[in-house]
């Protein structure tokens, strides 16, 4: 069974960088069995698709947020990672990262709260 964990600080400032990072047990991120996405849940709001890194590395993200995402993985310590600069107020929301198998997420982590404020 894949488990992942988000971590990463819960509060940054307006025009900084988000940084989080996902711990994946239970299942490589270097094999092909799955890709390993960035999803996020505005307030009140549906889910966001952010962006994906694939076992080979290989990254995809949202047009809408295309210029300021970046996806990496460290494969020594079996993590993916997202980095979103210049964050505004209104993204704050809740981060999660998923398994992806051509856009069947099956497995997720439990959520992390990304807050945004001054």
């Known amino acids: 069974q894949v488990q992942l964990q988000e971590s990463g600080p819960g509060l940054v400032k307006p025009s900084q960088t988000l940084t989080l990072t996902c711990t994946v047990s239970?299942?490589?991120?270097?094999?092909?069995?799955?890709?390993w996405s960035w999803i996020r849940q505005f307030p009140g709001r549906g889910l966001e698709w952010m962006g994906v890194?694939?076992?080979?590395?290989?990254?995809q993200y949202s047009p809408s947020i295309r210029s300021r995402t970046s996806i990496a993985r460290d494969t020594s310590k079996n993590q993916f990672s997202l980095q979103l600069s210049s964050v505004t107020p209104g993204e704050t929301a809740v981060y999660y990262c998923?398994?992806?198998?051509?856009?069947?997420?099956?497995?997720w982590g439990q959520g992390t709260k990304g807050t945004v404020s001054s």
């Open positions: 239970g299942g490589s991120i270097t094999t092909s069995d799955y890709a």
């Open positions: 890194i694939t076992y080979d590395g290989s990254t």
């Open positions: 998923a398994s992806d198998k051509g856009g069947r997420f099956d497995f």
